[in-house]
Nanobody, 119 residues
């Protein structure tokens, strides 16, 4: 079974940057739409960003628009979430997720990576 692995989380001061990576354990992510979600303590998981299979289309949640960008590397093996001008309210566990062609919901999930932004 394909597993997603996130990396790049950590502790950063407000205004700083982090880049999260999402890779598949056994295959390329080229055939998947890949999204990033986050869950803060005591809150529900929320959508952050997503990128289409070919990488041409991207969707960014309004609260992070202008600060976060999502991209794929040329090999399509890794999807990145570049997070700039981080705020304390961005503190959460960040998950990457994938859905295949014709699938309506994300059915592959990573374990998550912690992002903590100090004020």
């Amino acid at each position: 079974q394909v597993k997603l692995v996130e990396s790049g989380g950590g502790l950063v001061q407000a205004g700083g940057s982090l880049r999260l990576s999402c890779a598949a354990s056994t295959r390329t992510l080229a055939s998947f739409t890949v999204g990033w979600f986050r869950q803060a303590p005591g809150q529900e998981r929320e959508f952050v960003a997503a990128i289409s299979r070919g990488g041409r289309d991207a969707k960014i949640e309004d609260s992070v628009k202008g600060r976060f960008t999502i991209s794929r590397d040329k090999t399509q093996n890794t999807v990145f979430l570049q997070m700039n001008n981080l705020k304390p309210e961005d503190t959460a566990v960040y998950y990457c997720a994938a859905k295949g062609l014709g699938t309506s919901s994300y059915d592959l999930w990573g374990q998550g990576t912690q992002v903590t932004v100090s004020s």
